[in-house]
């Protein structure tokens, strides 16, 4: 059975940092590119940062860019988001999601795979 599960997300403030995982099962990890998702109340689901299944290649959207790391280990099947200098704006549910790889995908019908979410909230 496939499951991609995020965790880490919470509340923090303006400035503060959190770092988010997606540990991944079910599927040949190291051969899927990973990315990460958010949607916030209200707004339509938007790119954040893609990895490939090599780790060799990340792209990040330009309203995380400086701010955000992607990351893998495929020895653990997981996917970091470290994520610094946080915005309010940064408020929503981030998803990670699979696609057969190697190459990242910036469009998210590239990913056949979802997690269920994890909340970041940033606020004072």
């Known amino acids: 059975q496939v499951q991609l599960v995020e965790s880490g997300g919470g509340l923090v403030q303006p400035g503060g940092s959190l770092r988010l995982s997606c540990a991944a099962s079910g599927f040949t990890f190291d051969s899927y590119a990973i990315g990460w998702f958010r949607q916030a109340p209200g707004k339509e689901r938007e790119g954040v940062s893609y990895?490939?299944?090599?780790?060799?290649?990340?792209y990040y959207e330009d309203s995380v860019k400086g701010r955000f790391t992607i990351s893998r280990d495929n020895a653990k099947n997981t996917v970091y988001l470290q994520m610094n200098n946080l915005k309010p704006w940064d408020t929503a549910i981030y998803y990670c999601a699979a696609g057969p790889g190697p190459l990242y995908m910036r469009d998210p019908m590239g990913y056949n795979y979802w997690g269920q979410g994890t909340q970041v909230t940033v606020s004072a």
């Open positions: 990895i490939s299944s090599s780790t060799i290649s990340s």
